[in-house]
């Protein structure tokens, strides 16, 4: 079982707020992935990082920002939501290599934050 | 150009019968793998099955295998004795030796019928 944990599960929130959203990773995976998914949709890579201190904007254009301090931290924020950011965001992580199945380096996921911006 | 094609939006299979969801994919890189992950209505995206490229052998796991047909450049999940629990949104995904991004398809959604 993945240890990867988002915070907050769901969100509603105003437009104009800003907000956190909490991905933790207790793995010691040195690569985190933000994705974001419409329902029923593709995931759309918005934020990644190789390790500590090292972040890069994915495919997908997005407001929001991400940092990396702590290998096992890996926040997503939003410094004023708007509709438009209404989506379910799912936080992944992977080890760069191992043994066994992590030769496959497969992403292992969060159970996503569920944001609405009214 | 679309690195995974998932053709079939929805699926529908009878309980106890095998499913085939389909995968196609694009690179030029010799070296990558391919992943099925499935999403059930929860949300949260579980791993299924892996694919190198240099794998010999198609993958099982459990009820789970994929038939990997490199020439085609395909990669279809096969779902043996489907039970009620499968009804979920099924992802194909490739990430390339050379990078560190995962591509994802649109995802097959899977009813199983009672």
């Known amino acids: 079982e993945a240890d990867i944990y988002q915070t907050p599960r769901y969100l509603v929130i105003g437009t104009g707020k800003k907000i956190t959203l909490e991905c933790s990773q207790t793995?010691?995976?040195?690569?985190m992935y933000w994705y974001q998914q419409d329902p029923g949709m593709e995931l759309h890579l918005i934020h990644y990082?190789?390790?500590?201190?090292?972040?890069e904007k994915g495919d997908l254009s997005s407001e929001s920002t991400v940092s990396r301090i702590r290998t096992e931290h890996f926040p997503l924020t939003l410094e004023s939501a708007r509709p438009s950011h209404t989506s379910q965001y799912l936080c992944?992580?992977?080890?760069?290599?191992?043994?066994?199945?992590?030769?496959?380096?497969?992403?292992?996921f969060g159970e996503g934050s569920r944001l609405t911006v009214l | 150009a679309q690195k995974i094609t998932q053709t079939q939006p929805g699926m529908f299979v009878q309980e106890k019968e095998a499913v085939t969801l389909d995968c196609t994919y694009d690179?030029?890189?010799?070296?990558?793998?391919l992943f099925w992950y499935k999403q059930p209505s929860s949300g949260e995206m579980i791993f299924l099955i892996y694919?190198?490229?240099?794998?010999?052998q198609n993958a099982t796991e459990g009820r789970y295998s994929l038939n990997f047909q490199k020439a085609r450049k395909s990669a279809n999940l096969v779902i043996s004795a489907s039970q009620l629990g499968d009804s979920a949104m099924y992802f194909c995904?490739?990430?390339?030796?050379?990078?560190?991004?995962?591509?994802f398809g649109t995802g097959t959604s899977l009813t199983v019928i009672p």
């Open positions: 992944a992580s992977r080890l760069s290599s191992g043994g066994g199945l992590l030769l496959a380096g497969e992403l292992f």
């Open positions: 995904a490739m990430r390339e030796a050379t990078g560190n991004q995962f591509y």
């Open positions: 793995m010691g995976h040195d690569k």
């Open positions: 990082s190789y390790g500590v201190n090292s972040t």
């Open positions: 694919q190198g490229s240099y794998d010999q």
């Open positions: 690179t030029s890189d010799p070296s990558y793998g």
